[in-house]
């Protein structure tokens, strides 16, 4: 238990604003550029494309391409949070930057 609060402790002093990187901050702005909905049709594209690849007994590219459906699903989430929530609130709310 003692470890668990010296890790928690520690991970605490690393970053006490909760601030973004530079990295996460230019992701961010890229991708609230894009509509939420891009993703979703995206991934629906890719099941389609899936779906024809199977069907066309192309079985290895069809597992392929079906299998980034759920990372453009979760790329839309992330698009949808950061157009929310955008990066450091914290930091627009009370100027801290």
Known sequence: MALVQELKTKAASVNPFK????????????????????????????????????????????????????SFLLFGIYNKIVKVEGHDRLEKNVGLG
Do not use: N
């Open 19 to 70: 601030k973004e990187g530079r990295v996460a901050k230019a992701i961010e702005e890229q991708t609230a550029k894009l509509p939420s909905d891009a993703f979703l049709w995206t991934a629906l594209g890719l099941m389609a494309t899936s779906l024809t690849l199977q069907l066309l007994k192309k079985d290895h590219l069809s597992l392929f391409i079906g299998q980034w459906v759920p």
